[in-house]
């Protein structure tokens, strides 16, 4: 099996079609039946996002010359729209199930993470955006300007695979809330693990109920603490690769939302593509796992 898309595509489907999604009959619905299974979107919609084709009009043109061969029934763009935002609840257990697939699942070690998505830049978007039941006014901390838009929180394994994720309302939780939440109502792994994050995660507090969750924090010293020269700053540049890697390889910076629900299935989308792209690269024992090189021509 090579290393491109057809072969990614492939496995993708045969494995989503058997053991994650198997074709069941359903109870006809009113209007036209879809032309695409559930397992056939999410491959012709991880598709998409490897290939940086952000606009979904400008997909379905290009589409039919890249993956017609593999899938010759595509959608109209409307339909297609409308199957994808129906199916975020699938995408979401989708891009877990590749994640518990790889190997480092099972090491006994988190990264974690959270960035800024920013989905307007005028008082008039703000007013007038159907993202406002999300969306909210945060403070880039690594930018050092204001943004309106939503906080992405990640947890990934060592090799950046996404096992568990949220979005949020910056003014309603912080990064700790954000980070406990995940951690009380997710599976981030097999058992208590290490979660390497950065100094916005300091805190007795964060650190006691991260401690009571079976998990332990492990960030860089404060200037007010004495230097940890045992901390692992590499682990903390992987994280940033991987947030680099979503919103400017994977188009996450260029999302186009304008609806909570299309933002949230853009986002699975994207952490699927994600998952689907490192969990293939264990599959045919690439040199670098996270590498989307293979995958985007």
């Known amino acids: 099996m090579t290393n491109n898309l057809d072969a990614l595509l492939t496995a993708l489907y045969v494995h989503l079609d058997d053991h994650?999604?198997?074709?069941?009959?359903?109870?006809?619905?009113?209007?036209?039946?879809?032309?695409?299974?559930?397992?056939?979107?999410?491959?012709?919609?991880?598709?998409?996002?490897?290939?940086?084709?952000?606009?979904?009009?400008?997909?379905l043109r290009v589409a039919p010359g890249r993956i017609g061969?593999?899938?010759?029934?595509?959608?109209?763009?409307?339909?297609?729209?409308?199957?994808?935002?129906?199916?975020?609840?699938?995408?979401?257990?989708?891009?877990?199930?590749?994640?518990?697939?790889t190997p480092t699942w099972w090491e006994r070690l988190r990264l974690m993470d959270g960035t800024p998505v920013r989905c307007g830049a005028s008082r008039v978007t703000v007013n007038r955006s159907g993202l406002g039941e999300m969306a909210g006014y945060g403070r880039d901390a690594s930018h050092h300007c204001f943004y309106w838009g939503v906080k992405l929180m990640l947890i990934t394994t060592a090799d950046g695979a996404v096992a568990a994720f949220s979005l949020?309302?910056?003014?309603?939780?912080?990064?700790?809330?954000?980070?406990?939440?995940?951690?009380?109502?997710?599976?981030?792994?097999?058992?208590?693990?290490?979660?390497?994050?950065?100094?916005?995660?300091?805190?007795?507090?964060?650190?006691?109920a991260m401690a009571a969750a079976g998990h332990t924090i492990v960030r860089p010293a404060l200037r007010s603490e004495p230097e940890d020269p045992t901390f692992p700053g590499w682990l903390r540049q992987r994280i940033e690769a991987v947030i680099w890697?979503?919103?400017?390889?994977?188009?996450?910076?260029?999302?186009?939302?304008?609806?909570?629900?299309?933002?949230?299935?853009?986002?699975?989308?994207r952490i699927l593509a994600l998952n689907a792209a490192i969990w293939h690269n264990w599959l045919i024992d690439a040199p670098v796992k996270r590498s989307l090189t293979a995958y985007d021509h």
């Not at 994650?20 to 009113?30: D, E, G, I, T, Y």
């Open 168 to 208: 949020a309302n910056p003014k309603e939780l912080d990064e700790r809330k954000q980070a406990l939440h995940l951690a009380h109502t997710r599976q981030i792994a097999p058992g208590p693990v290490p979660l390497v994050c950065d100094k916005g995660f300091a805190g007795a507090g964060i650190q006691a």
């Open 69 to 101: 061969h593999l899938f010759p029934r595509l959608p109209c763009q409307s339909q297609y729209n409308r199957h994808l935002r129906s199916l975020a609840h699938v995408m979401l257990p989708v891009a877990v199930w590749l994640a518990r697939a």
């Open 20 to 59: 994650v999604l198997p074709s069941a009959p359903q109870r006809r619905k009113p209007g036209r039946p879809r032309l695409l299974t559930d397992a056939e979107l999410v491959c012709v919609a991880v598709a998409q996002v490897l290939l940086r084709c952000d606009d979904e009009r400008r997909w």
């Open 245 to 269: 890697t979503l919103k400017n390889q994977l188009g996450l910076e260029r999302h186009n939302a304008r609806t909570t629900e299309g933002l949230w299935a853009r986002t699975c989308q």
